[in-house]
Nanobody, 116 residues
Framework: QVQLVEFGGGLVQPGGSLRLSCAASGIMFRLYTMGWYRQAPGKQRELVADITSGDNTNYVDSVKGRFTISRDNARNTVYLQMTSLKPEDTAVYSC??????????WGQGTQVTVSS
């Protein structure tokens, strides 16, 4: 049974930081591209960042220089370090695992709210 469980969401003031974690089980984690997506109310879900099995990273333009994605294959965990948070970063953030365009799994999502 595949599980992706996110941790670390919450309420933070503008300019603050949060670190999201996603712990995976039931997959060969090191073989998967891991990603973080977000969906704000009334908006489409968008890819925030992803990291391949070879540690290549990709970011949406709006978070470049502020967010960092990383992975720990020994812990089957992917992280999203978010700094200089803005109100427009408010969304439900979900963890995603993909491999070979055949296998794709999602976490349940965690709410991030940036507000004063």
């Amino acid at each position: 049974q595949v599980q992706l469980v996110e941790f670390g969401g919450g309420l933070v003031q503008p300019g603050g930081s949060l670190r999201l974690s996603c712990a995976a089980s039931g997959i060969m984690f090191r073989l998967y591209t891991m990603g973080w997506y977000r969906q704000a109310p009334g908006k489409q879900r968008e890819l925030v960042a992803d990291i391949t099995s070879g540690d290549n990273t990709n970011y949406v333009d709006s978070v470049k220089g502020r967010f960092t994605i990383s992975r720990d294959n020994a812990r089957n965990t992917v992280y999203l370090q978010m700094t200089s948070l803005k109100p427009e970063d408010t969304a439900v953030y979900s963890c995603n695992a993909k491999r070979n365009l055949q296998y794709e799994f999602w976490g349940q999502g965690t709410q991030v709210t940036v507000s004063s």
